[in-house]
């Protein structure tokens, strides 16, 4: 039976899925305002600095399409890009805030969606 290969970015986006799912990934940001909102910029930088500390791999290509509002049980979606162009999604979602700190948990998609033609 042949063995099955991975790409290297499926290999990837496995690993940022599985590390994230396993370890429950979270992150806590200061912003310094009276009303927590942590940029859209700013949330993909510590999205992707989080998930490479959780699995050991570069940090991944993420995009976050909004700013996120310090209020609990909010979320919003980000997504993973890998080097082939297939996607991942990762969900943030707001756990805590303790003043201006946004305390907020990661979790990516587990399966990858392929390059678009």
């Known amino acids: 039976?042949?063995?099955t290969?991975?790409?290297a970015a499926a290999s990837i986006l496995l690993a940022v899925a599985v590390g994230t799912l396993l370890v429950g990934c979270s992150a806590?940001?200061?912003t310094g305002k009276s009303t927590p909102k942590l940029?859209?910029?700013k949330l993909a930088t510590t999205v992707s600095e989080k998930l490479a500390a959780t699995?050991?791999?570069p940090k991944p290509d993420i995009t976050c399409p909004e700013d996120l509002t310090g209020k609990v049980g909010t979320t919003t979606r980000c997504k993973l890009t890998a080097s082939d162009g297939s996607t991942l999604?990762?969900?943030v979602t707001v756990s805590s805030v303790d003043g201006d700190n946004?305390?907020?948990g990661i979790e990516a998609d587990t399966t990858?969606?392929?390059a678009a033609s």
């Open 1 to 3: 039976m042949p063995a």
């Open 28 to 30: 806590s940001v200061s």
């Open 5 to 7: 290969r991975l790409s």
């Open 112 to 114: 990858p969606s392929p």
């Open 102 to 104: 946004i305390n907020f």
């Open 55 to 57: 699995t050991g791999q």
């Open 89 to 91: 999604g990762v969900t």
């Open 39 to 41: 940029s859209a910029d």
